[in-house]
């Protein structure tokens, strides 16, 4: 089956808005800037994401279309002559809700002036009156009622117990770094600046300052093997260093829920500042990259970063890809890179590395097509 015929009979299955295009180039979609061609990418709509998202893959499977699940784009090295079958973005798919342990807790904007600022795509439902006008009835929210995403400074109810945050997957990672950040609810501080999504983050068990996101995870909820939504709690003994159990099972994550406790807004927005700024002085964001290219393996004694700056290849370029000359585990796209440089970039340095040192380094970025 074609992917115009599969997603024309998709549509008879289940309705769908939002983006869909043909041979879509997936440079506009990773943060590598690289990337040929999806045969088809889908991008529903939230209203609709569930329900399409499990027809359409119910379909691809009877029909051996591949799909490709597709989150910030972030960690990926699409291949240059791009990806067959479907790509299915998650981008739309995001929200926020948020109860307490001891039951559900009551939002109230802080005072007249709460601002709102809109940080997120302009896609998102604009909220109702009552969401941002002081004085209005509270909310009680419950981790399936999410809020569309306007940043509303709100006053808690200063409890012992952590409050659940629960953030739908296509969510980006620093947004919801954001959103708790402007609430005063702390734990999330580690991850500011992290691109990528909230269930990209969870998939891959995102790692920052020796913390792993599924420290603070409560719950996940999925689409399973059988297109059927299930809601998992956190096996820690199933997770391992940029490790978790969704790792080469057939799912989609929808939904993660977070442990998180109160805090100082004032102290919550100074670390997380700092943890931005880090970010940005070690260049994450001066050239489109993937992020750290391989893993940190504490056998080595030292980061791969430092391994790489050892065997001399900081600043080595191949056609549009160079290795940072700053930091020895980022390849960036200096302009026109293609993912043939930044494999033979990756290919040399770890025949380098294993020359020189006896090290195999273990890539942490996901070769897609």
Request: hydrophobic share 40%.
């Amino acid at each position: 089956m074609t992917v115009q015929a599969l997603f024309a009979r998709s549509q008879t299955m289940a309705s769908f808005s939002g983006i869909a295009a043909f041979d879509e180039p997936m440079s506009r979609h990773t943060t590598f800037n690289i990337g040929g061609p999806a045969d088809l990418y889908l991008k529903p709509d939230t209203g609709c994401f569930v329900s399409y998202t499990a027809a359409l893959l119910g379909l691809a499977r009877t029909e051996a279309v591949p799909v490709f699940i597709l989150g910030g784009g972030a960690n990926l090295l699409v291949a240059d002559e791009g990806i067959r079958g479907v790509v299915l973005d998650t981008g739309s798919w995001t929200g926020a809700s948020i109860e307490s342990e001891g039951g559900s807790l009551p939002l109230a904007p802080a005072s007249a002036s709460a601002s709102i600022a809109y940080a997120f795509a302009p896609s998102f439902a604009t909220p109702s009156p009552k969401d941002a006008v002081p004085g209005s009835a509270p909310k009680t929210p419950s981790l399936n009622s999410y809020y569309p995403f306007p940043i509303i400074h709100y006053q808690f109810p200063r409890r012992e117990e952590p409050v659940h945050v629960g953030f739908r997957s296509g969510t980006p990672t620093d947004d919801a770094v954001r959103w708790v950040a402007d609430n005063g609810i702390s734990g999330l501080e580690d991850f500011a600046g992290l691109p990528g999504t909230i269930g990209g983050a969870v998939w891959m068990n995102a790692r920052c300052y020796e913390r792993s996101i599924s420290c603070l995870l409560v719950e996940t909820t999925f689409l399973d093997e059988h297109l059927k939504p299930v809601t998992a709690p956190t096996d820690l003994a199933a997770f391992a260093y940029k490790k978790s159990p969704f790792q080469g099972r057939n799912i989609v994550i929808l939904e993660a829920v977070f442990s998180l406790p109160l805090g100082d807004p004032a102290l919550i927005a100074e670390k997380t500042a700092a943890r931005r700024a880090e970010r940005e002085a070690k260049g994450h964001f001066r050239y489109p990259s993937a992020g750290s290219i391989f893993k940190n393996n504490r056998d080595f004694g030292k980061p791969a970063g430092k391994i790489i700056e050892e065997l001399g290849l900081r600043g080595l370029q191949i056609g549009g890809a160079q290795i940072a000359p700053w930091h020895g585990n980022f390849i960036i796209n200096t302009g026109g890179a293609t993912a043939n440089d930044v494999q033979r970039l990756i290919t040399l340095t770890e025949e380098k590395a294993f020359q020189t040192f006896g090290f195999k380094l273990e890539r942490e970025i996901i070769h897609v097509g």
